[in-house]
């Protein structure tokens, strides 16, 4: 299993071996637990504007099918290899199995920053991708939905190109498209909402009032420009922000409405203001109430872990905190842990009812879904600190082996073909 070798599935395997050791599952059923179904490669080739043709390279890792269809996000980044979306797909897989989802997971991807593509060129690849992918996946299969580098137009052209090859439209296909075209209301909010709801339910637990508490966000894409504003609705102060292009720190408190009008019209963090820029590589470091790093995986290793100046650390990103890091957290007692296949797991619910309603053609108001959302979330909140209680373990491990165990017990209960 070579292929998916490098830092980031390195520690997706990490984390699985200390749940696997942790549930003492045998050496020799955690090959099948960890290693994913099928990893399907896929070569792009595009017109440029200037008349070129260029070739893009293309992923798609499935973990498993055992519970249903599998699941999951695209990422259009430079930093996109296999190893990478193999890892993703695996935390996909505890993720829905933690909030009681019948998928499998999975993820993909293109090595491409997309910032360097026209709308042309962006539209091009990404309809190419999908008719690329168009054998290995479908609405009982394997359902696409948007992460890092794309959206909701991304989502749209996917959905519109599988629909051409079948004849029909078929809405199913991916989930995290614009309302116009079956998606469903509060799905892009849905991450970032549920980062808030949760960070709100970790501060009930230790006694943090959130009207007056502080906040730095790292990342402000769909989940953490929402995270902010969620965050700032219920009366938390940001009083740092970073994206790849800037970082803003005053403690003074930021206008999250500006910072959202200037993203919106530049795309962007870079050019808000020239006063609050501050060192990126110590945003982390800022002493705040609620520390939400949404950006990329890997940004908190054991000196950053060390470091940190937070009372809730709510993980909106996928994977941003090492297996080392978290062995400095578990000595650590003032930080409030919100594992990330706990704390934006908001997401994937929202897809799930996006999905669950394209099938029925019977479509949810928006605050339907946010009550249903916040539901699933307090139920998977709840059994991750009772499990942690009771096992005197962290809450990343609790969540971790509810995940690992749900997976486990259905293919126990399924056996092994033929
Ligand atoms: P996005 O592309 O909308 O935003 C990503 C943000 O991170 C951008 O602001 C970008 O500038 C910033 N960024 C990138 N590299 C950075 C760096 N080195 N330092 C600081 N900022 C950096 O992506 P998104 O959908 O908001 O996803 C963010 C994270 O949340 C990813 O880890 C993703 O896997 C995870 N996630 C997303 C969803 C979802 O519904 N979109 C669901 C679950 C988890």
């Known amino acids: 299993m070579d292929i998916y070798a490098g830092p980031v599935f390195d520690m997706a395997r990490t984390q699985f071996h200390r749940i696997a050791d942790h549930l003492d599952i045998p050496l020799d059923e955690r090959d099948r637990l960890l290693y994913p179904k099928r990893a399907i490669t896929v070569a792009c080739p595009i017109h440029r504007d200037d008349g070129k043709t260029a070739v893009f390279q293309g992923y798609r890792v499935q973990h498993h099918l055992t519970l249903g269809p599998t699941k999951g996000g695209t990422r259009f980044s430079p930093s996109v290899d296999i190893g990478e979306v193999g890892a993703l797909a695996v935390w996909m897989s505890w993720k829905c199995a ?56 991304v989502m749209a052209w996917f959905m519109d190109t599988y629909s051409m090859y079948q004849g029909q439209t078929v809405t199913e296909i991916v989930t995290g498209k614009p309302i116009a075209t079956g998606g469903t209301l509060g799905r892009k909010e849905a991450t970032g909402r549920g980062v808030a709801y949760l960070a709100e339910r970790a501060a009930q637990r230790i006694g943090l009032k959130l009207a007056g508490a502080t906040a730095v966000v790292q990342g402000f894409g769909n989940v953490g420009s929402i995270a902010a504003a969620s965050l700032a609705e219920r009366g938390v102060t940001l009083i740092g922000v970073s994206d790849h292009t800037a970082c803003y720190v005053d403690r003074r408190g930021m206008d999250v409405a500006a910072l959202l009008k200037h993203v919106g019209e530049r795309g962007v963090l870079a050019g808000f203001s020239n006063e609050l820029s501050a060192d990126p590589t110590e945003l982390l470091a800022t002493p705040c109430d609620i520390l939400v790093p949404a950006a990329v995986e890997r940004v908190i290793d054991a000196a950053v872990a060390a470091r940190l100046q937070c009372r809730v650390l709510a993980e909106a990103a996928n994977g941003p905190t090492t297996p080392d ?62 499990r942690a209680a009771r096992e005197g373990v962290s809450h990343r491990t609790a969540a971790m082996a509810i995940g690992v165990a749900k997976v486990r017990d259905a293919k126990v209960a399924r056996g092994l073909f033929p």
């Open 98 to 153: 933690l909030a009681g989802l019948p998928y499998g997971g999975a993820k993909g991807g293109i090595t491409v920053d997309p910032h360097a593509l026209s709308r042309r060129e962006l539209e091009a690849l990404s309809r190419r991708y999908m008719q690329e992918m168009i054998p290995f996946v479908g609405p009982h299969t394997d359902v696409m939905a948007p992460d890092m580098g794309t959206n909701e137009q």
């Open 325 to 386: 890091a978290d062995e400095v957290l578990d000595q650590r007692k003032d930080i409030f842990v919100l594992p990330d296949i706990l704390c934006n797991a908001g997401g994937v619910i929202v897809s799930y009812f996006e999905w669950i309603q394209d099938l029925q053609q019977f479509f949810w108001d928006e605050a339907e879904v946010n009550d249903r959302l916040y539901r699933v979330l307090q139920r998977a909140f709840v059994g991750v600190l009772d």
